[in-house]
């Protein structure tokens, strides 16, 4: 079994959909997971999740299934060299450049996730 999990396309904060751009993320990535033959999709209950997820449920053929859970904590920030930013949007290489990589419940312990606060919203 694979697990593609993803995040939405570039968002039109003011709205909760799509921009433009994000469209055209949307749509490629829809035609990649086509290709990969995914047999369920899930999405949380955002405006923007959704237009991501409709346009891959398009090219596959799937119904979405929208899950409260899948909303990401909006209190879920950490600090990194002087910046508070949401977790999710953590620098890539933050990630990558650990080695070995965090696995299983060692990623709370990693910097910049192991404040507190951060595992106590993930818990909750």
């Known amino acids: 079994m694979r697990l593609y999990v993803m995040r939405h396309a570039d968002p039109d904060g003011a709205t909760d959909t799509l921009t433009p751009q994000g469209v055209r993320e949307a749509e490629a990535l829809a035609a990649r997971l086509e ?8 999405c949380s209950i955002t405006g923007r999740s959704l237009g991501t997820a409709e346009r891959i449920a398009g090219r596959t053929g ?4 929208r899950e409260p859970w899948l909303l990401e904590p ?10 508070v930013y949401m977790m999710w949007d953590t620098f890539g290489e933050t990630v990558r450049g650990r080695s ?15 404040a507190p606060a951060v595992k106590a919203t993930w818990d909750e």
């Not at 070995?100 to 192991?114: K, M, N, Q, V």
């Open 62 to 65: 799937l119904s979405v299934k």
């Open 74 to 83: 909006g209190t879920l920030r950490v600090e990194q060299d002087g910046r």
């Open 100 to 114: 070995p990589l965090p696995e299983g419940e060692a990623w709370f312990r990693t910097p910049p996730f192991d």
């Open 35 to 42: 290709a990969e033959r995914i047999s369920h999709l899930y």
